[in-house]
């Protein structure tokens, strides 16, 4: 890695990101006529492919000897490799995307050894982009102002136990079978009182994009975000961020301490002086025996 100009591949990552916002935003259907006639699906993977082949385009034109995985182009048995490997989602969030909902954004992680080490994450429609580069910390721009050092608290509070955090979680699409009764068990026991067995977290929320809620981790504005079956293009950027802002990523499932970017289950938990690991084991708990699921 030394000799990978990786400030060189960060700049080049927020200028891609900025442009795909602004392709986007120009697709965002409550910015379209009412006449249109694209329906929601089609509109979105319109979009999709649009942006990724701008992507795509643009950083393998300067970069032609790197990986490329992106969610439009990934084909199954595709891998991830030791080899310097751009991760891309082009829309995280597509669901808030066709409801015009405030929380999608375009995803852009880089790997080397398997290991997040650029990432570039930027919700255009709130014009907030977050941004990490390996070991020189994590950072968030709003609306083209200042550089604001992750997380957003400069002395966060110490991690006590669930009943002090907001925890992020999603349903995701599938649900059926194990992995959608293990979730439902476990959203309601996080959020149920002490009295009827439950963690009793301040609440839950469901941002409706990985990457969105990773961030709002290493920003401290989440303090734990549990999930399964999310894929690499929608942590490897937002992985980068949370650890660069002191926090760490786990395996959704009980022990597992380490995780491949290609996991898809996982536990994400903000940096604080102290109660990291207490509340793993905490989630873990309530986890129980239970045992996402998916297929690498």
Known sequence: MADLNL?????????????????????TPSYLSSGTKKNSADLVTETDRA?????????????????????????????????????VDPIDGTTNFVHAFPAFCISLGFTVNRTPTVGVVYNAYLNELYTAIKGQGAFLVRNGGEKLKLPLKQDPEPLKDLSTCLVGAEWGSDRTGNNFALKCKVFSKLAASKEEGGAMVHSLRSLGSAALNLVS????????????????????????????????????NPGD??????????????????GQKQIVEEVWGVVGDGKLIYEN
């Open 217 to 252: 981790v290493a920003s401290g504005q989440l303090d734990v975000y549990w999930e399964g079956g999310c894929w690499a293009w929608d942590v490897a950027a937002g992985w980068c961020i949370l650890v660069e802002a002191g926090g760490i990523m786990v395996g959704g």
């Open 51 to 87: 942006v990724e082949k701008m992507v795509s385009t643009r950083l393998l034109t300067s970069y032609p000897s790197f990986q490329f995985i992106g969610e439009e182009t990934y084909y199954p048995g595709q891998k991830l490799t030791e080899e310097p490997t751009f991760i």
């Open 257 to 274: 301490w380490e995780v491949e970017v290609e996991g898809r289950k996982y536990l994400g938990v903000r940096g604080a002086p102290s």
């Open 7 to 27: 400030q060189e591949i960060h700049d080049l990552l927020v200028s891609v990101a900025q442009e795909a916002g602004r392709m986007m935003l120009a697709a």
